[in-house]
């Protein structure tokens, strides 16, 4: 992901120039060829089609040093803006205590729950963006991701074309 405004890290940062992003990932990525090195990014990757980001959506377990339990590898203290989304359980002695609720409610989290990315021809391989990304711009994507991803899948698929 070219860059993910959360924390301190949102505070005074210049806004992402989409262009200069998407020029300098392909010059990149040809130089990487050039090495048999594979470069690739978060949601732009054409071989990895699905429904949903991460796994921040219910399937991963994070359990943080003071035995809480996450969904994304991002929210790792109770006081984060979004634990009230991710945090969905803790360890104790007892074990472990999930809130079924709130776990399953996180699957809706996926690519049909946002109207805005069924039009978009990327749409399974951005698989709607980072949950938390998402929830920290309002449920919406910033539209410097869009135009980054969309025009990285394009190159991708005729990179990928030309290659055949």
């Known amino acids: 992901m070219p860059f993910s405004a959360i924390g301190s890290g949102a505070i005074g940062i210049t806004p992402l120039n989409p262009q200069l992003f998407i020029d300098n990932y392909v010059k990149s990525k040809k130089i990487a060829k050039q090495y048999d090195i594979h470069l690739s990014m ?4 054409i071989d990895k089609i699905n429904t949903y980001f991460c796994g921040a959506i219910g399937s991963n377990c ?9 969904t994304c590898s991002r929210v790792t203290k109770g006081n984060d803006p979004l634990a009230s989304v991710f945090m969905i359980g803790e360890v104790n002695k007892s074990g472990f205590l999930v809130d079924e609720k709130k776990a399953s409610e996180l699957i809706h989290l996926n690519l049909y729950s946002f109207n805005y990315c069924q039009p ?15 929830l920290s711009f309002g449920n919406a994507m910033p539209e410097y991701w869009c135009e980054i991803v969309r025009n990285i899948v394009w190159y991708e698929i005729r990179d990928l074309a030309i290659e055949q």
């Open 42 to 45: 978060a949601g732009t990757q």
């Open 62 to 70: 994070i359990v943080t040093p003071e035995g809480q339990i996450s």
């Open 120 to 134: 978009c021809f990327a749409k399974y391989v951005c698989s709607g963006g980072c949950p938390h990304d998402r």
